[in-house]
């Protein structure tokens, strides 16, 4: 399983964004998603993640509200939409992998995810 993020770019503060994780290799079905992030200096984040099925979802609380995470399994892909975003969500984004069940249990721990992808800057300023 590979996993490639898209999306990324430059918006202004008050805008959004729609970040893709497109999977290939194998399918999503059995997989456990995060998205994460990390910004200059400082270290990655979990933001939201999802149970294979998409039945539970979660949210780091400085984007509960605003971001929304979603997933098509047929389509292999996983998406965070960012809603007004602001220029604190300025890093960049990473979508990660497990069928560790513990990554429901503990989503932002890092160690639980084996697959990570690339990553998409995403950049909030005017």
């Known amino acids: 399983l590979q996993l490639v993020e898209s999306g990324g770019g430059l918006v202004q503060p008050g805008g959004s964004l729609r970040l893709s994780c497109v999977a290939s290799?194998?399918?999503?079905?059995?997989?456990?998603i995060g998205w994460f992030r990390q910004a200059p200096g400082k270290e990655r984040e979990g933001v939201s993640c999802?149970?294979?099925?998409?039945?539970?979802?979660k949210y780091g609380d400085s984007v509960k509200g605003r971001f929304t995470i979603s997933r098509d399994n047929a389509k292999t892909t996983v998406y965070l939409q960012m809603n007004s975003l602001k220029a604190e969500d300025t890093a960049v984004y990473y979508c990660?992998?497990?069928?560790?069940?513990?990554?429901?249990?503990?989503?932002?721990?890092?160690?639980?995810?084996?697959?990570w992808g690339q990553g998409t800057q995403v950049t909030v300023s005017t």
């Open positions: 990660a992998a497990t069928v560790d069940d513990l990554a429901i249990i503990a989503p932002w721990r890092r160690d639980n995810y084996h697959i």
């Open positions: 290799g194998y399918t999503l079905d059995y997989y456990h």
């Open positions: 999802s149970s294979s099925t998409g039945g539970s979802t």
